[in-house]
């Protein structure tokens, strides 16, 4: 086991040293912006506990990328089986209406779309096969971010309010934002690698997930996730 770890280590690092060679970080293309980085966690839905996570990257008065998934019960984690089963939730904001990054708060306001699923299985391989077959729900709604940036609320139509606590924020000024970069340091380096190598091959539910490493937001960070993080290794912005 710890031979193919090392294994797929140095795959990870040659698959990124190769990929700073042939592409391109990506950059916005209006002029210098004010952005909002920022990474929480998921305590409740409604009056009920909940375990999950909220990711947002956002430019004041432009676009949002915004996504938070979670599960109830919140102190259940897969292998572990659940007697009564357990609640997926995910949402992901498809465009936005209003984004306004202020000095203690934010708001981002659009259309959302999003699933719940109730699984009761008691392997991997079935939650797995029951996340792939989804509905995506769409709604409305907007996220709050108030008390100097500590705490949220997402509200959606529809649904039970989301509200949890911020762990991470960073507003900067800049022209440019990089994929892949996990830490939001404003660089992707070694350590967005090493992140994202520890949550590799996780699923949602399990304690290794997490939701900043799933680019594309399909509860599973697999080998297209860890490509997305090589694209930019060794840039700054």
Same mark, same amino acid.
């Given at each position: 086991?710890?031979?193919?770890?090392?294994?797929?280590?140095?795959?990870?690092?040659?698959?990124?040293?190769?990929?700073?060679?042939?592409?391109?970080?990506?950059?916005?293309?209006?002029?210098?912006?004010?952005?909002?980085?920022?990474?929480?966690?998921?305590?409740?839905?409604?009056?009920?506990?909940?375990?999950?996570?909220?990711?947002?990257?956002?430019?004041?008065?432009?676009?949002?990328?915004?996504?938070?998934?979670?599960?109830?019960?919140?102190?259940?984690?897969?292998?572990?089986?659940?007697?009564?089963?357990?609640?997926?939730?995910?949402? !992901?904001?498809?465009?936005?209406?209003?984004?306004?990054?202020?000095?203690?708060?934010?708001?981002?306001?659009?259309?959302?779309?999003?699933?719940?699923?109730?699984?009761?299985?008691?392997?991997?391989?079935?939650?797995?096969?029951?996340?792939?077959?989804?509905?995506?729900?769409?709604?409305?709604?907007?996220?709050?971010? !108030?008390?100097?940036?500590?705490?949220?609320?997402?509200?959606?139509?529809?649904?039970?309010?989301?509200?949890?606590?911020?762990?991470? !924020?960073?507003?900067?000024?800049?022209?440019?934002?990089?994929?892949?970069?996990?830490?939001?340091?404003?660089?992707?380096?070694?350590?967005?690698?090493?992140?994202?190598?520890?949550?590799?091959?996780?699923?949602?539910?399990?304690?290794?997930?997490?939701?900043?490493?799933?680019?594309?937001?399909?509860?599973?960070?697999?080998?297209?996730?860890?490509?997305?993080?090589?694209?930019?290794?060794?840039?700054?912005?």
């Amino acid at each position: 086991m710890n031979g193919l770890r090392k294994s797929l280590w140095n795959a990870m690092l040659i698959l990124c040293m190769f990929s700073l060679f042939l592409t391109q970080s990506f950059a916005n293309p209006l002029s210098t912006s004010v952005y909002l980085l920022l990474t929480g966690t998921v305590n409740k839905y409604g009056d009920d506990p909940a375990m999950g996570w909220l990711d947002v990257v956002a430019k004041d008065g432009g676009w949002a990328k915004t996504r938070v998934a979670f599960i109830i019960p919140r102190w259940w984690h897969i292998p572990e089986i659940s007697p009564t089963g357990i609640h997926i939730y995910g949402f !992901t904001l498809v465009n936005a209406s209003t984004v306004s990054v202020q000095k203690s708060a934010a708001y981002i306001a659009g259309n959302w779309t999003g699933f719940h699923i109730f699984w009761n299985g008691t392997s991997i391989k079935s939650l797995a096969q029951a996340i792939k077959n989804i509905a995506w729900i769409k709604t409305n709604g907007n996220l709050s971010i !108030t008390d100097a940036y500590t705490v949220f609320t997402i509200s959606l139509k529809g649904f039970e309010p989301i509200t949890g606590t911020v762990v991470h !924020t960073r507003i900067i000024t800049t022209e440019d934002i990089l994929e892949g970069d996990l830490n939001y340091d404003g660089k992707v380096d070694i350590r967005d690698i090493a992140q994202s190598a520890k949550a590799y091959g996780s699923l949602i539910g399990e304690i290794r997930y997490e939701l900043q490493a799933d680019f594309n937001f399909d509860f599973f960070v697999d080998i297209q996730d860890i490509a997305r993080v090589c694209r930019n290794f060794g840039k700054s912005y």
